[in-house]
């Protein structure tokens, strides 16, 4: 859990038609290429994962996950649903607790996707625990990020205005992170958006939300500045 | 980083939550001598220092082809690196006999990237102790990936391992905007080399013997050139020692450096030590 | 009385002898074989290249034997944005095939991918035809015979074949099964040599096909008249791809029928 507590921030929505994964990507150099190295991986089609933590850990759990709903949607000719699939991530990750010869997953992934039943958001942790979320934050930011995910309506929130709020939320869960560049990354998956496909947000509305996140940023400022005034 | 109880294996996390034997591994790679890449978006270059253990020795390959339009530098323990390039090999036979399409560099990375990481997580098996510089041109272009043991691997437009790699790094950084609109393959060798050579210790210079050059791009297969095919680029740099070790001597390398560009051309088979002779001749008869 | 426990419930040796282990590891005088006989079959897969594309059709039926079992199955396999695959023979390999070639898009355009790379009809062809030779290696084909249509990576038409023993061609006209025999002479008269085909135009190439097909339907015992016609083109940097089910063989005359002579009804 510590090697994730340090890890940049990733957070998931369930929203009332679908579900948005973001990340908070850390950029280290300026030598790296923009708006590759994705972090968000996709889980056959309608299933995405963010994580934290040890990176190449996440994409060992990511690359399980792709065998177990390949060998599901072999046996019983249709798409794994997300329970099941965190069914038996939950007991492939806890297998590595129980070992000498191993080590434990160094990552917090968050599960997300849609199925026959609708939207569904996990949030699993190194030990194996898993639960169902309607929002779910991870990394350095978590409590920044979950203070403000707690304010949402799940009920009435859109898949559209989910990924603004991912977008907000991530910018200021980044003052954890302050002295570091970073890379917005948002993913969403909804049966009327991307016909239950898990995919990268498309570049405009990827700026919307960027800009959308920087008003709100603007205006908090403003506030925090009349205050200091009034004093 | 000093000896602790967390640090006897890869499957042991320390309480502060890093995994010492990946940290440990990663020093290994500094250790190696540099090896730098760059691309352009068209072509991808890797330049690299070669280390010889003893005089007489040989220099220790640095730079290996994967295929025909994919190659990687090294920095590290040698031998792990053959084995993963013998991997990328297999791999990248395979896409051609299967699918008969080139392998594509994020694929191969990504595939070398889950095979380290498994290395991290398992009890009996130590983490590689290398660190590859990935260049290759496929369909969706050129591109260059940093790969380290921890199994991480991440996309560069430049990139630097191995020893005092991060003053080649600062070079990079400062000169990416040229480096990205380069439109000729020398002008891009030129930008590596100089970058390499910002890496080098005192008393050390660009030779012939120790610098490996290699690019890959539209148009022109992944070659490597070592000896004396290196010198048409050595001919091109200004100096072929790191100018801030030597900040007295600037003259003096200039206006040795064609004279020996000119020398060894011709006595193509003369050693190192004549070449320092050389210039050692070159220095009394100017001052 | 024999008190070891590995001598329970055996015969006793003393009364029979101990027991010949040849007998268990005997070689059986019938090797095992796999080498099936295809069951629900589709018949034959059309397909023709003309100036900037491919025309590729199949019928929709499935034969038990000489029964119309089936005449829903989609014989033609859409993979990523630009290959057709038809397929011909025993159907649940069909099905087995579709399966693979879907795993193959997930991994190789959704997992990790950054965008600018697909799967495209050579990729596909030399895929197939792994899998079908290393198969018929194990003696235990998928019985099928495929035709691969879309674009090389030059985008000029790409048509190649592979069948159950894992042989490879490819030609201006390609056909499978019946069509071999019926439909690629007629498919061939449009173009003598191979490298015309870029005379061809797309609507000759839409009528040679029909043609075939309706030509198919009177001859081929195992053939229907509703069939899935797929036109690919390569027009101004894009591909387009008109895929068309349901449609129905037209023109038919069966007036030919009353001059047959010899058997049945008319024997004189």
Known sequence: M??????????????????????????????????KNKRIQTIDRHIGVAYSGLLPDGRHFVNRGRDEASTYSNMYKEPVSIPHLMDRLGLYVQNYTCYNSVRPFGVVSIVGGVDANGPHLYMIEPSGTYWGYTGAATGKGRQTAKSELEKLNFEELTVREAVKHAARIIRQAHEDNKDKDYELEITWCSLEE?????QFVPEDLLQEAIKFAQEEDDEDDEDEEDTEMAT | MFRNNYDNDSVTYSPTGRLFQVEYALEAIKQGSAAVGITSG????????????????SYQKKIIKVDDHMGIALAGLAPDARVLSNYLRKLAMNSKLVFNRPLLTSKAVLSIADKAQENTQLYGSRPYGVGLLVAGWDETGAHLYEFQPSGSVLEYNGAAIGARSQAARTYLERNLDAIRSCTEIEELVVHGLNALRDTLSQDMELTIQNTSVSFVGKDKDFTIHDNEDVQQWLDKLDSTSNDKNNANDDEDDDNDEPAEGTATAADSTQPELTQEGAAADDNMETD | MNHDPFYWGRPSDETYGHYNHAIANAKSQIPTSHTQQPIITGTSVLALKFKNGVAIAADNMGSYGSLLRFNNIERLIRVGTETIVGISGDISDLQYIERLLHQLQTEEEVYDSDGGHNLRAPHVHEYLSRVMYNRRLKMDPLWNAIIVAGFSDDRTPFLRYVDLLGVTYGSLALATGFGAHLAVPLLRKLVPYDADYEKVSEEQARVAIADSLRVLYYRDARS?????????????????????????????????????IGYGSKQQ
């Open chain 3, 224 to 260: 229907s008249d509703k069939y899935t016609f797929a036109v690919l083109t390569f027009e101004n940097d894009k591909i387009n791809v008109d895929y068309k089910q349901d449609l129905k063989v037209e023109n038919q005359s069966w007036r030919f029928a009353e001059n047959l």
């Open chain 2, 42 to 57: 068209s072509h991808v270059v890797l330049v690299a220092l070669k280390r010889n253990a003893e005089e007489l020795g």
């Open chain 1, 2 to 35: 510590k090697a994730v507590e340090n890890g940049s921030t990733s957070i998931g929505i369930k929203a009332k038609d679908g579900v948005v994964l973001a990340v908070e990507k850390i950029v280290n150099s300026k030598l790296l290429v923009p708006g």
């Open chain 1, 194 to 198: 991307t016909g239950g496909q898990h």
